[in-house]
Every structure is written in C-alpha cells, then in structure tokens.
C-alpha cells in the first residue's frame, strides 16, 4: 500500500481520485486545493506519491502545479509526483516533467491507467530504497 | 488557419464521446448542427474556459440542472450521495468542459504545427437569463439533444 496527496482545485477531482485510489488499495493522507497548500501538505505528510493538477488558482509565489512541484522537488529531489492533465496544456507538462515531476495522468482518468503509473513508480521507489 | 466552425465540431464530437463513452449517457443523439448567430440564451448553467497564446477564443458548455446533476452522478467513481451531487454539479460541468477542450486542443492544426496554446481556469455562470449579444466578431454554436434535453456548446472570438 502507498500513501498520497491529492492537489486539485477541483473538489469534485479530489473526490474522484480519492475514490480510485482507495479502490487500488492505497491510502490518501492528505488533499490540497492550491500548489502552496500542496507544498506545506506534503512537507507534512510525506505522501510516497502526488497527484498534481496543473492549472490551479496562484497562492503566494505558487501560481500553478508547476510551481508546485518544483517547491516539493527542491523540498525532497526524491518525490515522486503525477500530473493530471487534459493534455491541452501539452508545453506545461513538459515544463512539469523537465521540473521534477514523474509522469503524468490524461484526463478522464481510468482507473487501469492509474493503477498503471502507480504501480511503477512503487517499483522505482522500491529500487531506489535497495 | 483551421475553420472556427471546424474547432467546434471537434468539440462537439468529443463531447458527444466523452458522455457516452466516460459517463455512460448514451442516450446522446449523435447528430448535431453548427450555426453562426448573433446571440444565445444560456440554460441554468454554463462553464466558460478562455485560450490564449496561437489559439484566441473562448468555449462553453451550457446544461440545465438536472442534466448536470446526472453528469456529476456519473462522473465520479462508485457510489455517491444526493448531498455531493448537488454541491459538485456546478464544478463538475467546468470539469468536463476543461477535459473535452484539454483533449481537442492537439488535434487542432496550429497545435499540431508547434503552436503554444494556454487554457484558463473555468469560470461558472448560474443564469439563463444571460445573453451573448452582437459584442463578438464571431460566435458559432451546437446543440446537442439527450433525453429531449438542449446541451449547448459554443465557441466565440
């Protein structure tokens, strides 16, 4: 089992997410509605994995889940992070994975794929700890 | 540069998938029809998600209640009560809108040529009331039918 936290704006997405998760058998520590709120979440909780949604309303000097990211990678090189995306916003994803992030998520979510992308980010953590 | 009617087909025709294929409505009518017009009268809701960059225009997605309750009803995994659907009606419809239009946005030629496009976050509008008017150069809209139901799509400049 991992643990997560869910950065999204959306609450309706928070509470989808959350659902499949737990479906996968993994446990949702925390959710944030802003990248700020996701970067002191995380420093908190220390999730194994993070959703990130990337267009989010700016908090502080954290404008979007881009920003995001890279507080939590600057925080824990190590943290893996998912970006959600409807995939309109392909050059942000880039931006995101050149800045830390590990993968990321097209919407609409399905569950299969999900499990996909969780599975082998637990298997590259697990390597990593070894 | 790609017809603005033509990126409103796409849409359409995604949006069509999308609550057949994701969110099991299907009894969507598949047949739809663009028109250019001078105004539009909105239905309880309507979602807005603005682009900016190589693409410039606005979309939205306008429903009345009940169907956006049975949106959000199909939306999200599992079960779930009354109580959630009526608070995340509203919210959901800009998710969906945010989806259909994140998804058509590489089919489009300028995107597909290395084109940048930036999506903004949606904005919500609860009036039917509201009318667009003669103030856009161009504004195209689609209706599509479910259960005897208007869904309106639209996109303006």
Redesign the interface.
Known sequence: MATFLIVD?????R??LK??IE?LGHEVLAEASTGYQGIEAYKEHLPDIVTMDI???GERSIKDGIDAVKGIIDFHPAAKIIMV???????KVISAIKSGASNYLL??IQ?EKLEEIVNSLLVDKNKSEE | MELDSNILKKLTIRTINYLKQDLGMNDINNSFNIEKVDSIKYKELTSFISLSMDIKGTFFISVNNAISKEMVENFIYGEVSEDVIDELASENLSETLNVVVGNILSEIEIIKNGGNVDMSTPTLVEDNSILIDKNYDILYVCKIIYKNEEIILGYFI
């Open positions: 704006d959306a609450k309706v997405m509470i989808n659902k499949m479906e267009t989010m309303p995306t409807s995939h309109g916003e392909q050059n919407k609409p569950l």
